[in-house]
């Protein structure tokens, strides 16, 4: 069956295309969800208290635990639990509360949601809000109000390494039914969010799993034409198992033209359809990109007459100066890949393109595509 160049090489590059996409929405399989939460810290109960009777601002101590999981690397859930000690300041009438809470909480990773992966890997902010229940403690007039409780914050966060990042948290608690002052002196029969308390923490995240990164600093491509893609690909895959390996045959008018398969794989290297790609700030390449270095090894073995240009790109994120070193350094470590292969660097150059500026910015999509490296045979 006939087919053209053109197919074939749509086929290849939407295939390279398709391996990425998949590695991408699949990547809920290569990263962590589950964490632990230690954090503590000061606080401020505002109201209600009894008249002559406060903290100081704020007032030690809290303590907060909690275990999060996320459902994706933007949006989980976490259960927490919280321990407020409530004394008086030195002119105030002397009291001494406790508050406890369990609260269940939904979290969003605003880091991802708001993709600071194009400025910083290393600072992140998740926000989390949701409800529980409480009791507040005095020993001395055997006060034991339970209550129900809302719970909301933010908390920043540090990366310190992939298993550790460092937390503060600002977290406001609203009461419901809570029938006493935070003094324990007294009563307020109250049943609306009377209660008002504020509360503020440092801490550590430790993220538990076999997996290099967490959820919390994994991004992931979420492409809805991915489907799409990959019924194309299967369909062109049906179509090009039919083309003879040693030749293709090129459409034309009036009659047909046999193109050599080398002159086709040198057309395709420089048509762009071999690509290696990168990772975020990254000049290692990513796995799945090492099947186009196989290709230009392959072609380069079959032609030791040719050289290539290796072409490095950044995407638009950064300084030029910082691109053009970023864009340096990608082409430069394929280039190593294919010396260690066994070809000599006499045959191989390097080009620093720099940010690709034809290819949109404010895209994640489109970013990642231009993080790559591209070849040119001479």
Known sequence: MKKNVVILASLLALTNLHAQEKNENNASDHYNKWSVELAGGVNKPQRPLTGGYYTTTPSPYTVDLGVRYMLNNKFGLKADFGYNSLTNEGSSKDFDSKYYRAD?????????????????????????????VGRLDNKDLKVKDYVGNFIAGLTGQI???NRVALTADISTILNAYQD??????????????SGLLFNGTVGLNIYLGKNEKHAD???????????ALENKVASLEEQIKKVPEKQVIVEKPINSTVVSEKDLMKEMINAKYYSVYFDFNKSTPIENSTAAIDVILTYLRKNP??????????????????????????????????????????????????ADTTIQKDSDEARRLARRVTFKVR
């Open 104 to 132: 269940f909480q939904g979290v969003a990773n605003l880091g991802r949601i708001m993709n600071f992966e194009t400025w910083t890997n290393t600072f992140g902010l998740l926000t989390h809000a949701g409800f529980g």
């Open 159 to 161: 990366r310190l390494s």
């Open 180 to 193: 006493h002052t935070f003094d324990g002196f007294s009563k307020t029969n109250s049943r609306a969010f």
């Open 217 to 227: 600093w994994t991004v992931v491509s979420d492409n809805a034409a991915v489907a």
């Open 305 to 354: 007459s040719a050289s290539i240009d290796i072409i490095g790109y950044a995407d638009q994120v950064g300084t030029s100066d910082y691109n053009d070193k970023l864009s340096n350094a990608r082409a430069n470590s394929v280039k190593t890949i294919l010396e260690k292969a066994g070809i000599a660097s006499s045959r191989l150059n390097v080009v620093a393109g720099g």
